[in-house]
């Protein structure tokens, strides 16, 4: 069964950092392409990063390189790490395989003073 | 990059009622669209791909169709249970892009 966890959500001050994890269970991460995708509270969809089976990654231009997404393939798990961080980073951050089928219930970051 | 412009943004209907969402790209993306629903506080639910395949175990009176720019969700016949916001997403190009949003409410 495919299960895929996140962590590492918390509250952070404006212009601190974060790592977000993911670990995966039932798939190994280098076999599926794998994405984040956020949702600021009450707002919409929107997709983050993701790294391809080859480890080229991919960005949302809003991110302006302040995000980078990896993986570490002995944990079977994805990461990002986010910096520069500003209070419209904050939303619920979801790790999801493939074309977005299988997806974590997420983990929360809150930017704020 | 690719926008995706969805529409309505929300709508109320009554049960048994057909519903349809559209999603508009703003280049060709051929099929690779997805659309997915999204109950509050639950994790986003994939029901099409590559536009117009049914996931296993979504329900038959969701369809999808459409190719190029222009692309469409249908509920046949609302439920109940379809109370929630529906998204479409491209992932013909980088960055992914998704709609929206449209809010669906039962009368």
């Known amino acids: 069964e495919v299960q895929l966890v996140e962590s590492g959500g918390g509250l952070v001050q404006p212009g601190g950092s974060l790592r977000l994890s993911c670990a995966a269970s039932g798939f190994t991460v280098n076999t599926y392409y794998m994405n984040w995708v956020r949702q600021a509270p009450g707002k919409g969809l929107e997709w983050v990063s993701m790294?391809?089976?080859?480890?080229?990654?991919y960005y949302a231009d809003s991110l302006k390189g302040r995000f980078t997404i990896s993986r570490d393939n002995s944990k079977n798990t994805v990461y990002l790490q986010m910096s520069s961080l500003r209070a419209e980073d904050t939303a619920v951050y979801y790790c999801a395989r493939g074309d977005l089928l299988d997806w974590g219930l997420g983990t929360l970051v809150t930017v704020s003073s | 990059d690719i926008q995706m412009t969805q529409s309505p943004s929300a709508m109320s209907a009554s049960v048994g009622d057909r519903v349809t969402i559209t999603c508009r790209a703003s280049?060709?993306?051929?099929?690779?669209l997805a659309w997915f629903q999204q109950k509050p506080g639950k994790v986003p639910k994939r029901l099409i791909y590559a536009a117009s395949s049914l996931q296993s175990g979504v329900p038959s009176r969701f369809s999808g169709s459409g190719s190029g720019t222009e692309f469409t969700l249908t509920i046949s016949s609302l439920q109940p249970e379809d109370s929630a916001t529906y998204y479409c997403?491209?992932?013909?190009?980088?960055?992914?892009?998704f709609g929206q949003g449209t809010k669906v409410e039962i009368k």
């Open positions: 790294i391809h089976t080859g480890g080229i990654t």
């Open positions: 280049q060709g993306i051929s099929n690779s």
């Open positions: 997403l491209q992932h013909s190009g980088y960055p992914r892009t």
